[in-house]
């Protein structure tokens, strides 16, 4: 199979690392503007890891460890839409991501099998706006929820919870029955008995 490297598929990708001239009206720098984005995410992790900080995902994802193209975006919009590469396409290969936790890369690789690829590369689309900038920050928000998704334990259901379960499942279960008494009974009805 054919498996195009990474130095050749990422275009721009540097552009969106090294681009430091231009900060928007939302970004951490101008909300922020005593903080360190570096110190957030070590803040955050520890808070959220609890026993092994190492073990949980802090938030940050690396730019320059992404694979990141551009095509034309679909649907409405004029001439602009042929005009500019407006979607965005970003995946890496989980199995070489250093910077995912073991246990949340087997979990990916486990429980997001539509969004890997046979290579083993865990890919996003968005072209929700005609912006490529906003679109970037779209994928990198799906990647960050689909790694909170697959690291979710599941809610242990609650002794109301189980009784309101087993009283539907004891409904339904009349319900059945008794739809089948009234077909069975339609049967017997068109029976002609002949003497």
Known sequence: MLRYPLTCMCRNIRSYAQVRHFKSAYSLEKLYPNSNTDDIAVRYSAAEGG??????FSGYIPVDKLCVKHSKSSGPGGQNVNKVNSKVEVRFNVA???WLPKHI????LEKKK?????????YVTSDRTRSQM??????????RDAIAEVTREPKEPSDKDKAVLRMRVERNHRERLKAKKIHSSKKIDRKIYVD
């Open 51 to 56: 026993e092994n900080e190492q073990e949980q």
């Open 105 to 108: 890369q087997d979990k990916l």
């Open 114 to 122: 539509t969004k890997v690829t046979v290579a083993g590369d865990f």
């Open 96 to 98: 070489e991501s250093d």
């Open 134 to 143: 906003t679109n970037f920050a779209d994928c990198l928000q799906k990647i």
